[in-house]
């Protein structure tokens, strides 16, 4: 079945600094990925999206590529801010057996530091 | 441009006690979905709906039943609570069609059994 793992936190950083966060998925057929960033007492928010190989998804400084051959879309962030603390979800759409349905990873909670 | 509204926010119930989550959609998405998240342990589908009158199974469905007689409502029925539905359920909505658009989330319910 399909499966998306990401980078275990909780990632410190300080201000400024660059973010990386890890996800790779398995899949059968060509998935949608998204980012889903949740703040603290919130439900999800879309942060992110691509639908194709190579394809790259950005928003509000952040950004995630599609690659197909490592089956990977690592998050990105070239300075972070405290107001980026938050937790973010990898997830792939399902187009088996009806309904769309979304696969998410287990989340990677950021803190970003003074 | 309230989206998707779920009641109450959070709510305490003992064990063997019955309870429905309320979710409500203004976006006239055909799609419905509930999710529990546990902690360190991502979303995880409960249940979820093509269009009205229509539901299905999802990852997780024991003990909860779900209907969806209307477009917008979409409720969530736990029949005899027990402490292993202790989580955080959200519910979400999108368009139908195409698996790149995104699903678009309530605030979430915090339900306790003791």
């Known amino acids: 079945g399909n499966s998306v793992t990401q980078m275990e936190g909780p990632v410190t950083l300080s201000e400024e600094a660059f973010l990386t966060i890890n996800c790779t998925y398995t899949a059968t057929g060509y998935p949608s990925l998204f980012w889903y960033v949740q703040y603290p007492g919130e439900g999800l928010q879309l942060l992110l999206k691509?639908?194709?190989?190579?394809d790259k998804g950005s928003n509000k400084g952040f950004e995630a590529t599609y690659r197909k051959e490592t089956t990977s879309f690592h998050l990105e962030k070239g300075s972070v801010q405290v107001s980026d603390s938050a937790v973010y979800f990898c997830?792939?759409?399902?187009?088996?057996?009806?309904?769309?349905?979304?696969?998410f990873g287990t989340g990677t909670q950021l803190k970003v530091e003074l | 441009n309230a989206g998707v509204t779920q009641t109450p926010k959070f709510r305490i119930l003992k064990i063997g006690q019955s309870m429905t989550l309320q979710c409500t959609q203004d976006?006239?998405?055909?799609?419905m979905y509930w999710y529990r998240q546990d902690p360190g342990m991502g979303l995880k589908l409960i249940y979820y709906?093509?269009?009205?009158?229509?539901?299905d199974k999802g990852e997780v469905p024991n003990g909860y039943n779900v209907s969806r007689s209307t477009t917008e409502d979409f409720p969530l029925r736990l029949e005899l609570a027990a402490p292993s539905q202790t989580s955080v359920y959200f519910c979400?909505?999108?368009?139908?069609?195409?698996?790149?658009?995104?699903?678009?989330f309530g605030d979430g319910t915090r339900l306790s059994i003791l």
């Open positions: 691509a639908t194709k190989a190579d």
């Open positions: 976006m006239n998405h055909n799609y």
């Open positions: 709906s093509v269009g009205a009158g229509i539901t």
């Open positions: 979400a909505s999108r368009v139908g069609g195409q698996g790149n658009q995104p699903q678009h």
């Open positions: 997830a792939l759409s399902d187009f088996t057996g009806g309904g769309n349905k979304l696969t």
